[in-house]
């Protein structure tokens, strides 16, 4: 397709367009948007409705920095989660995740992100200060750092455990430990170690 | 995603239809939709149009059963194609397949399938029809099988050539060998045999 046309200029920008969603690349986008052209009544048209919904109604939460239709945002206006407990995640993905788990009925704060002075991206490019007025409301009793436990995740998990250090909440983040039908021998060292230094009484 | 709603019932739906696009599972879906969704108005919308666009104008070709905007196709009104070859394919993506190939300047003609008479798919099911009303015309002069490699593709094949025999015209398929940059170790015994069969001259 690269070196010659052989169809339409809008089927090729379909599939040039289709080959910049994370999981497919050029040569899955070339039979997605085939797929999608034969099933035109039953895919094509709805996908292209859903994205034209979505385009229309969808808002980043204006409390927490979530994704819905509403702000603000489902979870934020359930009654029935403990606004107590706030879970801090980089990302909506995490929230999508750890909701999937549904073990925990908590509010969620989304940072956007993580600290990467490199890059750039100091603490006015997250959402900390709303995370900090929130703090500061006066309602929340534990944030939970659910962040990723790579370098950039644990960073920014200091930094903020510094910055919420004088509002008297209590500051949990996610245990580490062997993954539930995880195998040992598959298992870095560090997670190993930290399973073993953190050991439940059978 | 399934127990629980966590967002908007148009974000739910862009999901639900993300994870029917081949290549996209659940997950990916999930994935795909945020990325959307976060690139609102560098993906999400130049995506939706296309959508849009390929729903309004993408036809099949009356001629040779391939995809494109116009009827007859691109490649079909090709002045610089020879009208004497005609190169006949299960599906519009091997059509595509072969023109990236891009060795051979004939025309195609889309069979839409292969014959397979379990599932239902008789002669009157593909487009045999159309393809002996072209060779009737007397313009075709050889008719390539690039057909899969399958029991299916070669069933088919054979129905064709019988179909074909009485036009005069030259009916070819394509070679059987190793693949370019293929190891002969990972290689199965039929495709061996048949390279062996077919060796050229060094």
């Known amino acids: 397709m690269s070196t010659k046309r052989i169809a339409g200029p809008e ?11 994370p999981g497919l690349g050029p040569r899955s986008a070339r039979r997605a948007a085939l797929h999608l052209i034969k099933k035109k009544d039953q895919l094509l ?12 109604k969808v808002r980043i939460c204006s409390v927490c920095g979530n994704v819905d239709t509403t702000d603000p945002c489902m979870i934020c206006t359930d009654a029935r ?19 999937r788990a549904g073990s925990m009925n908590a509010r969620f704060h989304v940072l956007g992100g993580t600290l990467s002075p490199l890059d750039g991206i100091g603490p ?17 009793t534990e944030i939970i750092l659910a962040v990723n436990a790579t370098v950039e995740g644990q960073t920014t998990a200091h930094y903020l455990t510094d ?25 870095d060292e560090g997670t190993l170690a930290a399973a073993l230094k953190s050991r439940t009484v059978f």
Chains 1, 2 share one sequence.
């Open 163 to 187: 910055q919420l250090a004088g509002f008297g909440v209590k500051v949990t983040r996610l245990a580490h430990g062997v993954p539930v039908g995880g195998e040992l021998d598959y298992l």
């Open 11 to 21: 089927i090729e920008r379909l599939i040039q367009l289709l080959a910049k969603v």
């Open 81 to 99: 989660r403990d606004p107590a407990t706030l879970i801090v995640v980089e990302d909506v993905s995490d929230l999508w995740a750890l909701e």
């Open 45 to 56: 048209a709805p996908l292209a409705g859903a994205m034209g919904d979505a385009l229309d």
């Open 124 to 140: 006015d490019q997250l959402n900390i200060r709303t995370l900090i007025e929130r703090v500061a409301g006066g309602e929340v």
